[in-house]
């Protein structure tokens, strides 16, 4: 059979591995063209070398005399930069895992989904910042958006079959993070490290932050309202400490319909990867009776604001996601660094929203301009802080 050909954007990270990890079990099924990292030169230049990519791709131009390097001899071309992140997944592959964190990541995703491929899309950020403009992009190019995260995915395969105008619901389920049974002074004091260890999932160290805080929930209601189109008011979060139920539908008739798996995003990952057919992982089988209990209860916005204020911003629409979401990849850097408390990153959000309005971006370039100018309102109230 014809190899399908596919290009990995954020290679090195958690979920870039895990794809890789899967790559790997399906030798001849798959050709390799980009693979990148933001640095990581030695280690981008491994993975390139073991599956003989065509091209690896270092988006901080630093890491490039590195890349070079270690890949001498290998047949492998390097490039550095943003720009040759956009040229890498212009190339157009098959399919085109997008899986860079944050908004850095929307400009190499929208190129792969100009080349109107399949695009699974882990990097949310992209799809909350760019919103229409990026769906519109979809359906301009023909292209076929496949949800990697692990709520989007379970909603999709749940609405297999189904039609989105009989949904009533959907329900996002959240682990409610490291600190969902802690108390509002306990969270004021709430360390990095602390923040990092989530209980269920291993994930780089801005989505668990954002797990923690619960704005990875409120970026994910953001993401739903994008790729589902059921409307706002039929979009509900659950809090679900076990991660058994990765998401529900709910439809008019009162049947719910939810898709269960283990923690591990491998199973999702694999999903996008053999859509609309499935294949074999290395995951742990479900064990529900090891399991035992599967609990649910309604999230606290008083403890967590997070998901309140993206609930706001997807209602008020236009840039507000984006300015929602370059302020929270802010205030979490700021976090991470030791500058500002656990507590002050959704307030920070909270005050970057009241302050900046700009008009709806209509293009890519406004977006990137949009969030360029809500980074920098960020960091000087971090500054401040
Ligand atoms: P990670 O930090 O482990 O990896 C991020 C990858 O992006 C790395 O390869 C890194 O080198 C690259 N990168 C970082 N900054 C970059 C920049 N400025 N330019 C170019 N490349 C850059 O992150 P992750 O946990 O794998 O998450 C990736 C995306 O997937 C995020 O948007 C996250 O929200 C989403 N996601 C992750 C998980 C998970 O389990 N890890 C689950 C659902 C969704
Ligand atoms: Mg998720």
């Not at 073991?50 to 005399?65: H, K, M, N, T, Y």
Request: glycine residues 8%.
């Amino acid at each position: 059979m014809h190899p399908r050909s596919i290009s990995i954007l954020g290679a090195t990270g958690s979920v870039g591995t895990s794809t890789l990890d899967l790559v790997r079990r399906e030798p001849g099924k798959w050709r390799i063209v980009a693979l990148t990292a933001n640095c990581q030169a030695a280690e981008l230049a491994m993975l390139a070398r073991e599956f003989s990519a065509e091209i690896a791709v270092v988006g901080d131009e630093r890491c490039l005399p590195d890349l070079r390097e270690a890949l001498t001899g290998s047949g492998v071309e390097a490039a550095g930069g943003p720009a040759a992140l956009v040229e890498a997944a212009a190339r157009g592959a098959d399919l085109t895992v997008a899986a860079i964190v944050g908004c850095a990541g929307l400009a190499p995703t929208m190129a792969a989904i100009e080349q109107g491929g399949t695009v699974a899309l882990a990097n949310k950020e992209a799809l909350v910042s760019a919103g229409e403009v990026m769906t519109a992009a979809v359906t301009r190019h023909a292209a076929t958006l496949l949800p990697v995260d692990s709520e989007h995915n379970a909603i999709f395969q749940c609405l297999a079959g189904g039609h989105i105008d009989d949904v009533r619901w959907i329900t996002l389920t959240a682990s409610g993070g490291p600190f969902r049974d802690w108390s509002a002074e306990r969270l004021a004091a709430a360390t990095p490290a602390e923040a990092v260890k989530h209980p269920n999932w291993s994930m780089g160290a801005k989505i668990s932050v954002d797990s923690a805080t619960m704005f990875n929930k409120g970026l994910e209601l953001i993401e739903a309202f994008h790729l589902f189109p059921v409307g706002l008011e039929r979009l509900r979060i659950i809090v679900h400490p076990q991660s058994v139920v990765h998401s529900m539908v709910e439809y008019r008739d009162g049947s719910t319909l939810a898709q269960l798996g283990p923690s591990d995003m491998r199973v999702p990952i694999a999903s996008t990867l053999a859509w609309p057919g499935r294949m074999d992982t290395a995951c742990e089988p479900l064990d529900l009776a090891a399991i035992g209990e599967l609990t649910f209860r309604a999230p606290d916005e008083e403890r967590f604001p997070a998901t309140r204020l993206a609930r706001e911003a997807a209602q008020a629409g236009g840039a507000m996601p984006a300015v929602l979401n370059a302020a929270n990849e802010v205030a979490v850097a700021a976090f991470l660094a030791g500058q500002i408390r656990f507590t002050r990153i959704a307030a920070h959000v909270e005050e970057i929203l009241a302050r900046f309005a700009p008009p709806p971006p209509a293009s890519l370039e406004e977006v990137l301009a949009v969030d360029g100018e809500a980074r920098s309102r960020a960091r000087l109230l971090t500054e401040s802080a």
